[in-house]
């Protein structure tokens, strides 16, 4: 069994859109016996509820939760410091900002921007308020009114985190250093009694990287970061041109 890693945004979908090429190669490469884990720093709720269909298993919130159908397979939640250090650190810089639970979501600071969050998660999905000692979170989105406050924001949390932009919408998903993509592809080829040899990720943003370095083949999207290209075994097409179907293609997987 190999098992075949997928990140969201710019690499199996735009939006909640899959190409129809990608579908047909992923559910050939189901049907051979392999997995396919999504690999995303969006929430669980956002990844299941939207890409459920094409998956076996999930990797959410940037690396810090993973399960295979109801199993959970590892978990590593922030701390109750932590969440409080970046809500300090947001608030400055009246951002917008949730958090993320398994299946819960917290918004807090600047309220002009929770639209964007309601549009992306579902109108009413929201609670309200974001305690650092009340909540298990595992990853957050901030949001922001434009390039110039989304360069404050990656500057002030330099140190502890890493921006990954969501295209259209003015938000990110952040990876709060310490656990990753990387990180996710070792424990779940662990969990699952794979080899690393037998794993595949494909990607497109700068949070990708680890994860293309981890596995036993790395592929970037041809519309991928030059630094993700970088790093990767293989450089596909771009995601509008048949990039999945055509990298699966390359390694004899579907």
Same mark, same amino acid.
């Given at each position: 069994?190999?098992?075949?890693?997928?990140?969201?945004?710019?690499?199996?979908?735009?939006?909640?859109?899959?190409?129809?090429?990608?579908?047909?190669?992923?559910?050939?490469?189901?049907?051979?016996?392999?997995?396919?884990?999504?690999?995303?720093?969006?929430?669980?709720?956002?990844?299941?509820?939207?890409?459920?269909?094409?998956?076996?298993?999930?990797?959410?919130?940037?690396?810090?939760?993973?399960?295979?159908?109801?199993?959970?397979?590892?978990?590593?939640?922030?701390?109750?410091?932590?969440?409080?250090?970046?809500?300090?650190?947001?608030?400055?810089?009246?951002?917008?900002?949730?958090?993320?639970?398994?299946?819960?979501?917290?918004?807090?600071?600047?309220?002009?921007?929770?639209?964007?969050?309601?549009?992306?998660?579902?109108?009413?999905?929201?609670?309200?308020?974001?305690?650092?000692?009340?909540?298990?979170?595992?990853?957050?989105?901030?949001?922001?009114?434009?390039?110039?406050?989304?360069?404050?924001?990656?500057?002030?949390?330099?140190?502890?985190?890493?921006?990954?932009?969501?295209?259209?919408?003015?938000? %990110? @998903?952040?990876?709060?250093? &310490?656990?990753?993509?990387? /990180?996710?592809?070792?424990?779940? +080829? *662990?969990?699952? #009694?794979?080899?690393? %040899? @037998?794993?595949?990720?494909? &990607?497109?943003?700068?949070? /990708?990287?680890?994860?293309?370095? +981890? *596995?036993?083949? #790395?592929?970037?999207?041809?519309?991928?970061?030059?630094?993700?290209?970088?790093?990767?075994?293989?450089?596909?097409?771009?995601?509008?041109?048949? #990039?999945?179907?055509?990298?699966?293609?390359?390694?004899?997987?579907?």
């Amino acid at each position: 069994m190999r098992v075949v890693f997928f990140d969201i945004d710019g690499t199996l979908a735009t939006g909640t859109q899959v190409p129809k090429s990608a579908v047909a190669a992923i559910d050939r490469l189901r049907s051979n016996g392999d997995q396919v884990f999504i690999c995303t720093g969006r929430a669980r709720a956002y990844a299941q509820r939207n890409f459920g269909r094409y998956a076996d298993g999930f990797v959410c919130c940037n690396g810090r939760l993973a399960f295979s159908g109801d199993a959970r397979l590892y978990e590593a939640p922030l701390s109750s410091a932590q969440v409080a250090g970046i809500v300090d650190t947001l608030d400055a810089l009246d951002a917008g900002y949730c958090f993320f639970e398994e299946w819960t979501a917290h918004y807090g600071g600047n309220p002009a921007y929770r639209h964007i969050a309601e549009e992306v998660l579902g109108l009413g999905a929201l609670e309200n308020g974001v305690d650092p000692n009340g909540i298990r979170a595992y990853n957050f989105d901030v949001y922001f009114a434009d390039a110039e406050q989304r360069g404050r924001i990656d500057e002030a949390l330099a140190d502890t985190c890493l921006l990954n932009p969501h295209g259209p919408h003015p938000s %990110a @998903d952040m990876t709060v250093l &310490g656990v990753d993509k990387g /990180d996710a592809v070792r424990n779940v +080829a *662990a969990a699952l #009694g794979v080899s690393i %040899a @037998d794993t595949y990720a494909f &990607g497109d943003g700068i949070n /990708d990287i680890c994860m293309l370095q +981890a *596995a036993g083949h #790395g592929i970037a999207m041809g519309n991928a970061e030059e630094r993700t290209k970088a790093v990767a075994e293989f450089v596909t097409t771009a995601i509008d041109d048949d #990039g999945v179907a055509n990298g699966l293609a390359h390694y004899g997987l579907a």
